[in-house]
């Protein structure tokens, strides 16, 4: 019985997905969706992100929260437009909450949208927002076995970014165990390690998402 | 329809969790249901309170997570007791997991039970499991704005353990706006600040559970 339920609800989502998907496509719009623990640095990979990227790109951030502005308070001082979704305590954005703010956006004129999901790294997993790509942010402090303990995240990935490497000699972190349980999951993901503090890194990331969103 | 889905789910949980706790009240047993996201130490601090506790009380662990036994095996060692529950992908534990696998203790001979729960400041709030206290567990490279963005988890819990306190020096986390973000949704909670790592701290947090688990 649960199984169904979820399952309706999953199909639900997937539907709606699929028409977003189509709509984003259809106007040459790059759209990631950004997943992570809450503190992994999400909102400062995209702070970091939208410094490099607003000369170059057009940009605009969906920020989904349990409660508060505070993310995309944030983010408003870059002078993109940027959409809060507060979920009232779902653990994660639905297709179904991306759609209903879209017509906020006007579409055609943007190359990439961020949406920023929920500080969660089960739930959100499985809700398809018809983006392009999921980004994974995950940070040394979390520990070198975040990939073996939480695998469906980091096998859903285009790209993970490893943050607050700047961190690495106060901590006993395996970046080779890190690398290798990532590899054994998802051999064809983008690994960037990067630390939003003192910009370490973020240089490749920010190609990465420029070459992305322009072709 | 999704509201009334959801409201089973949580009137089902919370029948086993109120058999559950009758359970745990005649025996004399202090259940603890350990959250927080993944990362900020919840094993950690429960090996630390292993190594405290074992000469005084007598403990078991029930260990929740998405997959492997890593941190099971982490806590074998210390010759307690030890039950994994995998919940499959699943983002948090439900009381008819924990009913489940009762059967693995004799339950009279113990003084306190530690229930870890899958790594994820969202969902397990809203799953009671028949504890008598819920522990977050947070720490400071995860930031100071965590209570504020998720507030429901620091409001339901007991006690507040905040690890890592060895990093302040490389962080930049305003220790005042923790605490005072939490004192406003949780005037009545007990904060200890601790480190896993170099053991400071602990010594506070050991002594709470003694004697709530001697009471």
Redesign the interface.
């Known amino acids: 019985m649960?199984i169904n339920?979820a399952r309706r609800?999953f199909d639900t989502n997937d539907r709606v997905a699929e028409r977003l998907r189509n709509v984003f496509e259809s106007s040459g719009l790059l759209v990631v969706n950004v997943l992570g623990?809450?503190?992994a640095g999400k909102t400062s990979l995209i702070e970091r992100s939208l410094e490099h990227l607003t000369n170059k790109l057009r940009v605009a951030v969906i920020e989904g929260?349990?409660?508060?502005s505070?993310?995309a308070d944030r983010l408003r001082r870059f002078g993109v437009p940027v959409v809060q979704i507060n979920t009232g305590?779902l653990?994660h954005l639905d297709s179904a909450m991306i759609e209903n703010v879209l017509s906020e956006f006007d579409l055609p004129t943007l190359d990439l949208l961020i949406i920023e999901n929920?500080?969660?790294?089960?739930?959100p997993v499985r809700f398809d927002l018809g983006e392009a790509c999921k980004i994974v942010v995950a940070?040394l402090?979390?520990?070198d076995?975040?990939v073996?303990?939480?695998?469906?995240a980091f096998s859903s990935a285009s790209v993970v970014v490893l943050n607050?490497i700047d961190?690495k000699n106060?901590l006993n972190f395996d970046m080779d165990r890190f690398e290798r349980d990532l590899l054994a999951v998802n051999p064809a993901v983008e690994l960037f390690r990067v630390s939003c503090c003192t910009g370490i890194g973020l240089d490749r990331w920010v190609d990465w998402l420029n070459q992305r969103a322009a072709s």
Request: some cysteine.
């Open positions: 649960q339920i609800i623990s809450p503190g929260d349990l409660a508060t505070l993310d305590g653990c929920v500080g969660n790294l089960v739930c940070s402090p979390e520990g076995d975040k073996a303990k939480y695998p469906t607050k961190l106060a």
